[in-house]
């Protein structure tokens, strides 16, 4: 996990650069209808996300891999708007251990159900947290068409992608499984990264390979 995250930082301004535009339009309204929304945010990471958050705010952040934490943190002081209110250092398994059910307004999640051991449950926890009527942001690199040479390269790679990426599966149909969560209302698009605007070196990073993206907004039934 200390590797991943060495290397993560290494890659991750050229690859925050070539999301930026979907999050902008995605976390334009990252807010609900309180004055301070309580919003947790699921696999923080380094803190890329802190840009688009809402001020004032109050945040929980979870994110298991601990060598993130210790760039996440003073990441925040840029940011005198965000309230930490706690930093569990937790997967999505033991998330009911560390948070209340329906006491969360918005919960953020990008590039997260690719890493968890089963997406299905993942989701099931996300709406577990969220409270009657919250909302899910969510951001994901998404297996290929049917056919394509993306989706043969993705199931042939996948043994070598998923140590070297911490668990990270570049073979999931994560746009589908949100579908099926038991979300009241899902609301998204699937769009690709644009390469040619990127530095020579992302596709070597494997950017090809996670070109194909899902974002969206998933709600939680009122009732």
Known sequence: MSLFARIYRCYEPG????????????????RNDREVPLILEIGAGPGTNFAYYPTPCNV?????????????????????????????????????NVVTPDSIDILLGTM????????????????NVLKPGGKFYFMEHIIGEP?????????????????????????????KE?????????????????LKRS???MPLCGCNMV?????????KSTV
């Open 15 to 30: 690859y925050q650069k070539l999301l930026r535009d979907e999050k902008l339009i995605l976390f334009q309204n990252l």
């Open 60 to 96: 929980v952040l979870v994110e298991p891999n601990i060598h993130f934490k210790e760039c996440c943190i003073p990441a925040l002081q840029k940011f005198p708007g965000i309230n930490l209110l706690a930093y569990f250092d937790v997967g999505v398994e033991n998330l009911g």
């Open 112 to 127: 997260v159900g690719c890493a968890v051991t089963d997406a299905g449950k993942y989701y099931e926890t996300v709406l």
């Open 147 to 175: 056919g394509s040479w993306r989706l043969r390269w993705q199931r042939g790679t996948q043994w070598a992608w998923k140590p070297f990426g911490c668990g990270c599966r570049i073979d999931r149909d994560l746009d």
């Open 178 to 194: 949100i579908d099926k969560a038991g979300f009241a209302l899902v609301e998204k698009k699937i769009f690709y990264l644009k």
């Open 211 to 219: 070109a194909r993206n899902v974002g969206g907004i998933a709600t």
């Open 199 to 201: 530095s020579r070196y």
